[in-house]
């Protein structure tokens, strides 16, 4: 199966994209980046317009100053760009944070209730999309079938069983493992149906396909959702958390001080009301200006282009996964599932440290390796039983498990997937060599083996 590379026009928009990196033996090559679901690179149109903008930048919402002005007009026009992106409800309100996380951990102050409460999260998620539930609420998971797919059996079955306590099901748009996209909109459609609400973490959705989160009167409406400008070739430190003003309103924000309040006394707060109540101290608008320049960008390439040349990527390289002996893929594209330009698999006899490692000193291709911050479900997805993990967790001596995972971007090639497959073809067929070579990686695998504290968790 050869495709053509129509993606030469969108590798031109990325910047960095021919930057040479050395290589173990001494010699450069130019990098292949296939860890694009962590972060990606920036696009050429924001670095542009940052430089561009770079003089005219002053402090927002704090001045009458022109180059305030302007900065503080900018800022909320930002706002709705973000709006019109998702296609969010205008009684909504888009607040600027710092990336996914703390927009989830935001949330779920916001929504902090008597713990009889129950979030419904699944054995899928990002930590990011779990962690923050814990101590504030009643959490339970929905479970995944056999493929690992979220079971809607499952998150039917626990939305009757709870009989109407459940406030919120937090679920990933898709996931950073296997890169299956869920069905959000028949997810809300059940989540309504029960008088729940439905938050979605789209840290790896919204780059990919056009997002859509339907008038509030849809029962496929998104009440909530939050993503991140890195991954969405965005640097500069901002992400977006979109919901229902009413929800924000009551609440006492995680962040307190300037910018959050109207008049203050020593006996008394008066809130401003949101976002501005959320975004306590001087706001990121440099990195708000980088998300909309990409937001601005991506959408004239038209998302479901961008969606259809990197389904042409990951179908080229499964196909080629699939014939390497020694390889499992944990999740294949077989034509029925939606997904993401993503994929993770391990290689038998060789750790999924040493894999990575060899990859990036012979061939200059960075891939990402371990549990990805999504420890339960890759837990899950290895059969790990509960004694293996507490072994792990009080060992230091144990190598600790994980996978390989190759993420694309709109920059990547079908000639770069190639250099990958040939590579990992060679290590397949010479394990042992490769294993005997690289044992010094194991070192770097368990805490405080030398020292250092490699990339395995996240």
Request: include cysteine; hydrophobic fraction near 40%; aromatic fraction near 10%.
């Amino acid at each position: 199966m050869i495709y053509r590379n129509p993606g030469s026009s969108f590798r031109n928009l990325v910047a960095g994209t021919d930057v040479k990196i050395p290589l173990a033996n001494g010699k450069y090559v130019t990098g292949i980046n296939f860890d694009n679901a962590a972060t990606t690179p920036p696009l050429s149109a924001v670095i542009r317009e940052i430089t561009q903008f770079a003089p005219w930048y002053a402090s927002v919402h704090r001045g009458k100053g022109y180059k305030s002005i302007v900065c503080s007009d900018l800022y909320e026009q930002g706002r709705e760009v973000v709006r019109e992106f998702v296609n969010a409800d205008k009684r909504d309100v888009v607040i600027f944070t710092k990336n996914t996380t703390e927009s989830i951990n935001m949330l779920a102050y916001a929504l902090a209730a008597e713990k009889e409460q129950v979030v419904l999260t699944t054995d899928m998620e990002h930590l990011a999309n779990d962690m923050p539930w814990r101590d504030k609420f009643t959490v339970d998971y929905i479970a995944l079938t056999k493929a690992g797919r979220l079971s809607l059996r499952s998150l039917e079955s626990k939305l009757q069983a709870y009989e109407g306590r459940v406030k919120l099901v937090a679920v990933t748009g898709a996931s950073n493992v296997t890169g299956y996209i869920n069905p959000i909109h028949k997810i809300a459609r059940l989540t309504h149906q029960y008088g729940a609400r439905i938050f979605v973490d789209g840290a790896q959705w919204v780059p990919h396909i056009s997002v859509n989160m339907r008038p509030p009167d849809s029962v496929e409406h998104i009440d909530y959702l939050a993503f991140s400008g890195h991954k969405m070739y965005a640097p500069f430190g901002t992400g977006v958390l979109i919901g229902p003003k009413a929800t924000f309103d009551n609440a006492i924000p995680v962040y307190q001080g300037g910018g959050a309040v109207g008049l203050v006394s020593q006996q008394s707060i008066e809130w401003d009301d949101p976002p501005a109540k959320c975004e306590a101290g001087t706001p990121n608008m440099m990195g708000v200006l980088a998300l909309i320049t990409a937001i601005e960008t991506l959408s004239k390439l038209n998302l479901n282009s961008i969606h259809s040349y990197e389904q042409r990527l990951i179908d080229y390289a499964i196909s080629g996964l699939l014939t390497i002996p020694g390889i499992t893929l944990y999740s294949i594209r077989d034509g029925t599932e939606a997904r993401v330009s993503l994929v993770s698999f391990s290689l038998e006899g060789l750790h999924h440290s040493q894999i990575a490692e060899i990859l990036s000193q012979k061939a200059g291709i960075a891939v990402r390796n371990g549990l990805f911050c999504a420890h339960p479900y890759v837990e899950k997805l290895l059969r790990l039983s509960d004694e293996e993990i507490k072994y792990y967790q009080t060992h230091d001596d144990k190598k600790l498990p994980g996978l390989v995972r190759i993420s694309f971007g709109i920059y990547n090639t079908i000639s770069e997937i190639e250099v990958f497959l040939d590579l990992l073809s060679h290590i397949a067929s010479q394990r042992q060599y490769y294993a005997n070579k690289y044992s010094y990686v194991l070192e770097h695998n368990r805490p405080g083996g030398d020292g250092k504290r490699a990339d395995f968790y996240c």
